[in-house]
């Protein structure tokens, strides 16, 4: 039932985002963006950040400090 919950509130750009976390591990939102814009989705950075921690938040973690850390997705 969890799972269904998470896949109801996740639309396409949340999951572009967990994928692009997952192949890239430490992303910065800055790095996202770009990609992101890459694959036509048009989102500002502050979308970005809003979808990270509205949604998301459950699945990834930050590592690091505020400038050099990044996004990883959490172990289990």
Do not use: C, H, W
């Not at 396409?12 to 036509?40: H, Y």
């Amino acid at each position: 039932m969890d799972n269904y919950q998470i896949n109801d509130q996740i639309n396409d750009m949340d999951l572009e985002i967990l994928k692009m976390i997952n192949a890239n591990p430490g992303i910065k939102v800055s790095e996202l963006q770009k990609r992101l814009s890459i694959n036509n989705f048009q989102v500002s950075e502050n979308q970005i950040r809003n979808s990270i921690k509205r949604k998301i938040y459950d699945l990834i973690e930050y590592k690091g400090s505020k400038k050099t850390g990044g996004y990883y997705i959490k172990n289990g």
